[in-house]
């Protein structure tokens, strides 16, 4: 079956605020989930997604951090992600996020994180991060708490996003 795009939420959103539930056994509905949302986050482009991003509140995130058209894709689907241990050592990365279009900001992250997860055929998985792809999939990760990229920023930063995001939806809700 082809995979489908999925709309994807806009903050704000009270869905994604939410905390996801973990993934019980893996289903094949599950499986084509998590294509789709591969499918959305290539399509956007973006280089992760979580599910609550369209509007499915159990704890899966995709992501592809491979920035370079000549190197070879390296999707990965993460059911029940979790971190296992962080680096003391920081990375600050301008971090940006599907459902908050075309805003930006510097967040400041755990450089290395270890993680473990479940894989779309159900195994264990167990890998340490580095870099781009360790601020990816922490905030994917986030995402399935209810945490967006802006709450980690001052307040007064948080709210002029968050009243840009706010206008944008008006705006397209007219259109
Ligand atoms: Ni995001």
Redesign the pocket.
């Known amino acids: 079956m082809k995979a489908m795009k999925r709309p994807i939420l806009i903050h704000p959103d009270p869905r994604l605020k939410k905390v996801c539930v973990p993934v019980p056994d893996l289903s094949d509905d599950l499986r084509v989930l998590a294509d789709d949302m591969l499918e959305t986050m290539y399509a956007a482009p973006g280089i ?1 997604l ?1 599910a609550p ?1 369209i509007g499915i509140l159990q704890r899966l995130i995709v992501l592809d951090c491979v920035k370079e058209d000549d190197d070879e894709p390296r999707p990965l689907v993460m059911f029940n992600p979790e971190i296992i241990s962080s680096s003391g050592e920081t990375n600050v990365y301008e971090e940006g ?3 908050i279009p075309d805003q930006y900001a510097e967040v400041t992250r755990p450089k290395v994180v270890e993680v473990e997860w479940m894989d779309r055929d159900g195994k264990a998985q167990r890998e340490t991060f580095d870099g781009l792809w360790a601020t990816c999939v922490q ?1 994917e990760i986030d ?1 399935l708490n209810g945490k967006l ?1 802006i709450d980690h920023l001052k307040p007064l930063k948080r709210q002029m996003i968050t009243r840009k995001m706010q206008k944008l939806k008006r705006e397209r809700a007219r259109a």
Do not use: D, P
């Open positions: 992760g979580a991003q996020c599907l459902s905030h995402h990229f």
